[in-house]
């Protein structure tokens, strides 16, 4: 009987600094199933850049965009986007600024100018191309995410003690922008309450900021040794780093293997 369910993160969790997956987590994803422990995905990433990680994996439920889109078993039960309004605001505010944006669904990404660096270098990170280039795509689709690109600190002319989007930065050059009150959290909850399981025996392992509200959330938080030292501070374990099997032997070590 299931009765346990594991949410992972991605990047420096799931896969190392070189975005590939280590055979030791392969194999502990797979434990961890046979065992009767339900596993997801909780991630920053958009659904059409994990499909290869999930085939990989097997793993059909997902939390995508930081919570703002929810699939448990390939049906998707939760979306939350950004409004035209926001959107529209933050684009000329970027544009004035001499920032670069992308928009992101669930289907595709768009940069809203070419050739920009900080485009190229933090997706480049994530093993992406530059998107194709569309500064009106906000117009035509639905907008779970946007990408800001800017240098630390930067984004806070964007904030002006407006609560209607969330920012959280995940690169040097960039910062992801969710709807307001956006988190992780909120996703992964979705997720627990359409499996019927039970938050006290939610699991979740992260290593970013974007992680912190899901790891306060869950019954039990880990955090990657590699992780921020915010995560770190607020997590109910710390286990080993990425590039040295650290999620394989972190969930023998809280006893889940």
Aim: proline fraction near 2%; glycine fraction near 8%; hydrophobic fraction near 40%.
């Amino acid at each position: 009987m299931v009765d346990k369910i594991v949410f992972l993160d991605i990047d420096g969790t799931i896969v190392d600094h070189e975005k590939k997956i280590p055979a030791e987590t392969k194999q502990a994803v797979k434990s961890l199933k046979e065992q009767g422990v339900y596993v997801a995905i909780a991630t920053g990433r958009a659904p059409f850049m994990i499909e290869d990680i999930r085939r990989e994996l097997d793993i059909h439920s997902y939390v995508c965009f930081n919570g703002q889109y929810v699939v448990f078993e390939g049906e998707t039960v939760y979306e939350h986007t950004l409004t035209v309004e926001q959107l529209n605001a933050l684009s000329k505010k970027a544009e004035q600024s001499g920032h670069a944006m992308v928009f992101m669904n669930h289907e595709g990404m768009r940069a809203s100018v070419k050739e920009d660096r900080f485009i190229a270098d933090s997706l480049s990170s994530l093993k992406y191309a530059y998107p194709e280039v569309d500064p009106d795509y906000f117009y035509k689709k639905q907008i779970y995410q946007a990408l800001l690109f800017c240098e630390d600190q930067e984004e806070k002319l964007y904030l002006d003690n407006d609560d209607s989007f969330t920012l959280i930065r995940w690169h040097d050059y960039s910062c992801d922008i969710l709807p307001g009150g956006g988190s992780k959290a909120v996703g992964v909850e979705k997720l627990i309450e359409a499996s019927g399981l039970s938050r006290a025996e939610a699991y979740a392992f992260g290593d970013g900021l974007n992680d912190i509200e899901m790891i306060k959330h869950v019954g039990t938080g880990v955090a990657m040794g590699n992780a921020v030292p915010e995560l770190k501070a607020v997590a109910d374990h710390v286990i080993g780093n990425v590039d040295e099997a650290g999620l394989a032997k972190g969930l023998m070590q809280i006893g889940l293997l």
